[in-house]
């Protein structure tokens, strides 16, 4: 089953949240707080539906 990453790191005076997906390809979200990071990084997922639809199809 592939594994999307989920991670959050301090950067200056903000957080950086990145989503990686099992080819490599990574999308960030700067926020100044790390929940807002994190839900800005995942909520970039849902503009991407063919990318989520391809992982469901390699889970199986």
């Known amino acids: 089953m592939p ?5 959050a790191t301090p ?4 957080y950086q949240a ?3 997906f099992p080819d490599g390809v990574s999308m960030s979200s700067d ?3 790390i929940g807002e ?3 800005a990084a995942a909520m970039k997922l849902l ?3 063919d990318r989520l639809a391809r ?3 390699t889970g199986d």
């Open 3 to 7: 594994t999307i990453q989920l991670s």
């Open 37 to 39: 990071a994190i839900a």
């Open 31 to 33: 926020e100044t707080y």
């Open 11 to 14: 950067k200056g005076n903000v």
């Open 47 to 49: 503009d991407m539906p």
């Open 55 to 57: 992982l469901d199809r």
């Open 18 to 20: 990145t989503v990686t």
